[in-house]
């Protein structure tokens, strides 16, 4: 039977795959394992949950499903409303939660939703913890009535302590700098714009009308056409664009040129580095991150410590050896020490900090790193278990020879398709292509 939790919570098509009875189990098991109501019994108090969600239309029922279930389950609610995941993330360990639940999809279209579970102080539960969730789903449970049930509040001013958090983390104003954000119509749409005026930015939103189905589409991280038009037409100095749950940030330079998320870390990392505030000298990243950014960071004295592809091994790295900044070339950057997930407004302030303390245009600070070339295939109907047969294996000691210093070669078999990804950078485009497609025929040949 496949896995229920994914690599980020557990997500499907609202109300197909992603039901409220689903719905509503999840948090039972959930409040069993992660709240322990019964372990609570002796200290005289119940377990404390805080839930927020995305806008998405199916958020409402998902959201009275959840809390529906913890309650049931004796423990206190505090329903946080629209708000970015690393906001609920941050509202779990400040208010002293025993576990937090997010409901979104992130940067999927609005069908979609997701379930996501935070375990006390905000952060993301490990593999295990997910399992035991799992395993434990309609189980037989002795709920408890009358005044052991939990109870349940509003606490939709909490996101002013999150835009107060994100604030007192900077050190730099942004007085002077005029900013497009996009919003994606999503989560974000009302403490982003906030928080960036308050930090003394002028600020044009857009994205930021969102109506239960308009999240992703056309506006956000993963749509930059319209942010990079409005910077461009704007005049504005720079744009920057999250997700639908706002975990994420890309930026635009004032041409329009797009700023992903290596270059956003080499920036920070750079700035952090010359302030004596980067943990070991030591940027985390994964093995998807440009060639170009390691080649940067090593011209700027900085070490890259890599991890698999996903925010949750970047950030376990981070916490098992002592490093305070990692992410994506996709734009999940996390500073540990202002959060516990990867936080799309706190990666934006910090970045305009850098561009208003420094006095240097977006465009100039990214130009520390010059992205290479790099060709992705993904070589369909294969076995993904053969990526590392012998013909393979040769294939790609010979490409790194010929490529030498200035590329590298990553072959990924998929985790849930019969598909292995090839991927090349070189110092050329054409170079790249090259070699890419003389792996993706091996792989072809030797892997069925």
């Known amino acids: 039977m496949a896995r229920l939790f994914g690599t980020d919570g557990v997500r499907g098509v609202a109300g197909r795959d992603l039901t409220a009875e689903l719905a509503m189990d999840l948090s039972v098991a959930a409040a069993h394992v992660l709240g322990d109501a019964g372990a609570f019994a002796a200290t005289g108090r119940r377990p404390v949950a805080v839930v927020g969600r995305d806008p998405r239309a199916s958020g409402e029922f998902l959201e009275a499903a959840v809390v529906a279930g913890l309650a049931a389950s004796g423990v206190d609610v505090l329903r946080l409303g629209v708000l970015p995941t690393p906001a609920v993330a941050h509202l779990t360990a400040a208010l002293g939660a025993d576990l937090g639940v997010m409901l979104s999809a992130s940067h999927n279209p609005a069908p979609d939703n997701g379930i996501k579970f935070l375990a ?102 993963t749509h930059l056409d319209k942010l990079q038009q409005v910077v461009i037409s704007r005049g504005a100095d720079l744009g920057v664009a999250y997700d639908g749950d706002a975990d994420r940030c890309l930026a635009v330079d004032h041409t329009g040129t797009v700023i992903d998320g290596d270059r956003i870390m080499a920036i920070l990392a750079g700035a952090m580095h010359g302030e004596g505030l980067l943990s070991k000298d030591t940027v985390v990243a994964t093995v998807m991150s440009n060639l170009g950014f390691k080649l940067a960071m090593r011209d700027a004295g900085i070490t890259v410590v890599e991890t698999a592809v996903g925010d949750r091994y970047v950030l376990e790295r981070m916490k098992s050896e002592g490093y305070n900044l990692g992410g994506e070339q996709s734009g999940h950057v996390i500073m540990l020490d202002h959060a516990t997930t990867g936080d799309g407004l706190l990666t934006s302030l910090h970045l305009l900090g850098v561009v208003a303390k420094s006095g240097v245009p977006l465009k100039e600070l990214a130009s520390v790193m010059t992205p290479l070339p790099q060709i992705l295939i993904n070589v369909k109907g294969v076995d993904r278990g053969k990526a590392s047969v012998p013909e393979l294996i040769a294939a790609v000691v010979e490409a790194e020879a010929e490529l030498g210093e200035t590329g590298r070669v990553l072959i990924r078999p998929s985790g849930t398709e019969p598909m292995i990804r090839v991927m090349v950078e070189a110092a050329s485009e054409e170079h790249a292509t090259q070699v890419a497609g003389r792996l993706a025929d091996v792989v072809r040949t030797a892997c069925v």
């Open 120 to 221: 006390r102080g905000g952060f993301k539960l490990s593999d295990a913890v997910e399992d035991e969730i799992e395993r434990r789903l309609g189980e037989e449970w002795t709920f408890p009535v009358g005044s052991a049930v939990g109870r349940v509040r509003d606490a939709y001013g909490e996101a002013d302590r999150y835009i107060s958090h994100v604030l007192t983390t900077m050190n730099a104003a942004l007085d002077g700098l005029s900013i497009v954000v996009d919003c994606a119509h999503g989560a974000a749409h009302m403490v982003a714009p906030e928080a960036l005026v308050r930090a003394g930015a002028r600020v044009e939103a857009i994205g930021a009308r969102p109506d239960g189905l308009n999240i992703n589409a056309g506006h956000g991280s």
